[in-house]
Every structure is written in structure tokens, then in C-alpha cells.
């Protein structure tokens, strides 16, 4: 399917790997000239050559910390007008509720809360000006099912989406969407890291963990990144005016809800 974006420019923060690469991946693919975004100068340079290599596409890559102003500042110095912009941000590690500090509270909403939402500030009224845009954030599936340990970072997360609901309904006269993408377990890694974690705080072999985690959902597998990857193209092309302030899960069915 032709996405009907190709010459457009997109935004996508974090996304030197993982889910935002694969963001960065397919936007490419789709014809966009891509401004990707990380913290670590080699692997952020590695990705734009691996991505400039497969697709053809214009790469940009901006080495900086998206959740300050300076590191906002060169993403858009990078690109003044986009007409796409993929938020997403690492989140705080998990931890017990009863130790999560006022500092560590305040610390998980500006990364997840207040960075990207200052981003949508930047971008949006030149969006509604030029009559498009598409604004995808990547949240969490914690945003809709609790995950132990995860506390501060589903509450900033669904503080986000809360947030932006109201905000896509007033927007949306002037073709610009937003809307959120609820990860389950993806294969990078994240997972990789986590599995590690676990498997050492039981006392089993990683292997196991991994097993246990996968039997967990329906489908019977981790999510492949460029699932996630096509389901944002999809979200950010033409096709997709008639969608927004909605929540996209993609879990492999892990949620059980009837609605």
C-alpha cells in the first residue's frame, strides 16, 4: 500500500533501536526523509547509515537527550516543520511503589508526561497550518493493565493520554491525528535486559524466564519490531485522517477485555 507520505518529514525520538527504530524503519521505507534520535553517537550513527542503506530515504541523525530543551531544540533544528513526530522516551526502571521517591515521581512524568507533550507544543500549530499532521506516541500496555513495578511510568503514561485526548479532538479540523501505540513484550532489548533481571532475581536460567513470559500470551510469541514499525506508518499516512485520540494495543492478545 502506497502510505501517501513519501517526501514528508518525520520526527522520531528514541530511536537509535528498539520500537523506535523500527518506527524510524518504516517511515523510510514509506518515503519520509527520517530524523532519527538517540543519546549514544555511534549507535545513533550505525542505525541512520543501516536505515539510508536499505531504503534510499534522507536520514538525519540528532544526537541528543529529547527530555531536555536543548536536546528538543536540535531535533527541531533538524526540522523545522515536520509533519510527523513519533514521541517516545525510555522509561523509569521498575521499582517497588512503597520506594518511589517525590524526586523519582517527578523524574518519570517529565520523561513520559511533560517531554513529549512539550514536542506536540512545538509542532502542532505548524501542523495546523499546513493542513497535515500526524502525531504517534509510544506509550505503554501498562496505560490500560497494571504492571508491578511499573507504577510511575504507567501513571506519567496514562497522564499523557489523558492529556492529548482532549487535545486530538480539538486539532483534528485541520488534519492532524494523534494518537498512541500501547506496546506488550517486543523483542529487543529491553526484553533482553529485563529477562536478565528476572532470571537472576529467581534464581533460573534465562531461558526459562523467557519461556514463562512467552507462554503468558495468546499468540504464543514476542512482538516483532517491525510490527510495531508498520502499525506507526500506518497511523502517520494519509489513510489514517479519520483516526484519532485513539489507543492502539498491540499485545498478542495478552489483555483480556471484551471492549
Same mark, same amino acid.
Do not use: W
Given at each position: 500500500?502506497?502510505? =501517501?507520505?513519501?517526501?514528508?518529514?518525520?520526527? /522520531?525520538c528514541a530511536s537509535s533501536k528498539g520500537l523506535g527504530r523500527a518506527c524510524a524503519q518504516a517511515l523510510a521505507e514509506a518515503g519520509c526523509t527520517v530524523v532519527? $534520535?538517540?543519546? %549514544?553517537?555511534?549507535? &545513533?550513527?550505525?542505525? #541512520? !547509515?543501516?536505515?539510508?542503506?536499505?531504503?534510499?530515504?534522507?536520514?538525519?541523525? *540528532? *544526537?541528543?537527550? *529529547?527530555?531536555?530543551?536543548? =536536546?528538543? %531544540? #536540535?531535533? &527541531?533544528?533538524?526540522?523545522?516543520?515536520?509533519?510527523?513526530? +513519533? $514521541?517516545?522516551?525510555?522509561?523509569?526502571?521498575?521499582?517497588?511503589?512503597?520506594?518511589?521517591? @517525590?524526586?523519582? &515521581?517527578?523524574?518519570? *512524568?517529565?520523561?513520559?508526561?511533560?517531554?513529549?507533550?512539550?514536542?506536540?507544543?512545538? +509542532?502542532?500549530?505548524?501542523?495546523?497550518?499546513r493542513r497535515f499532521g500526524r502525531i504517534v506516541n509510544i506509550t505503554s500496555a501498562s496505560v490500560l493493565t497494571p504492571l508491578t513495578g511499573l507504577d510511575v511510568?504507567?501513571?506519567?503514561?496514562?497522564?499523557?493520554? #489523558?492529556? &492529548?485526548?482532549? /487535545?486530538?479532538?480539538? +486539532?483534528?479540523?485541520?488534519?492532524?491525528?494523534?494518537?498512541?501505540?500501547?506496546?506488550? /513484550?517486543?523483542?529487543?532489548? @529491553?526484553?533482553? !535486559? !529485563?529477562?536478565?533481571? /528476572?532470571?537472576?532475581?529467581?534464581?533460573?536460567?534465562?531461558e526459562e524466564v523467557m519461556k514463562q513470559r512467552m507462554a503468558e500470551i495468546p499468540v504464543g510469541r514476542f512482538g516483532q519490531p517491525d510490527e510495531f514499525g508498520?502499525?506507526?506508518?500506518?497511523?502517520?499516512?494519509?489513510?489514517? =485522517?479519520?483516526?484519532?485520540?485513539? $489507543?492502539?494495543?498491540?499485545?498478542?492478545?495478552?489483555? @483480556?477485555? $471484551?471492549?
Amino acid at each position: 500500500m502506497d502510505l =501517501g507520505i513519501a517526501g514528508r518529514t518525520a520526527i /522520531v525520538c528514541a530511536s537509535s533501536k528498539g520500537l523506535g527504530r523500527a518506527c524510524a524503519q518504516a517511515l523510510a521505507e514509506a518515503g519520509c526523509t527520517v530524523v532519527v $534520535n538517540g543519546r %549514544d553517537a555511534q549507535t &545513533l550513527e550505525a542505525t #541512520a !547509515s543501516e536505515i539510508r542503506a536499505s531504503t534510499g530515504a534522507t536520514v538525519v541523525a *540528532v *544526537v541528543a537527550d *529529547v527530555s531536555t530543551r536543548a =536536546g528538543q %531544540d #536540535a531535533l &527541531l533544528a533538524a526540522a523545522p516543520n515536520p509533519d510527523i513526530l +513519533v $514521541n517516545n522516551n525510555g522509561g523509569p526502571p521498575p521499582k517497588p511503589f512503597r520506594e518511589v521517591s @517525590r524526586e523519582g &515521581l517527578l523524574e518519570g *512524568v517529565s520523561q513520559n508526561l511533560a517531554t513529549p507533550l512539550e514536542l506536540v507544543q512545538r +509542532v502542532v500549530d505548524g501542523m495546523i497550518a499546513r493542513r497535515f499532521g500526524r502525531i504517534v506516541n509510544i506509550t505503554s500496555a501498562s496505560v490500560l493493565t497494571p504492571l508491578t513495578g511499573l507504577d510511575v511510568s504507567s501513571a506519567a503514561r496514562a497522564g499523557l493520554t #489523558a492529556f &492529548l485526548a482532549g /487535545v486530538a479532538r480539538e +486539532v483534528a479540523h485541520a488534519n492532524v491525528t494523534i494518537n498512541n501505540i500501547l506496546p506488550g /513484550v517486543f523483542a529487543t532489548d @529491553r526484553l533482553t !535486559s !529485563s529477562t536478565k533481571r /528476572v532470571a537472576a532475581m529467581k534464581n533460573i536460567s534465562e531461558e526459562e524466564v523467557m519461556k514463562q513470559r512467552m507462554a503468558e500470551i495468546p499468540v504464543g510469541r514476542f512482538g516483532q519490531p517491525d510490527e510495531f514499525g508498520k502499525l506507526c506508518a500506518f497511523l502517520s499516512s494519509e489513510h489514517a =485522517g479519520y483516526i484519532t485520540g485513539q $489507543n492502539f494495543l498491540m499485545d498478542g492478545g495478552s489483555f @483480556r477485555a $471484551n471492549f
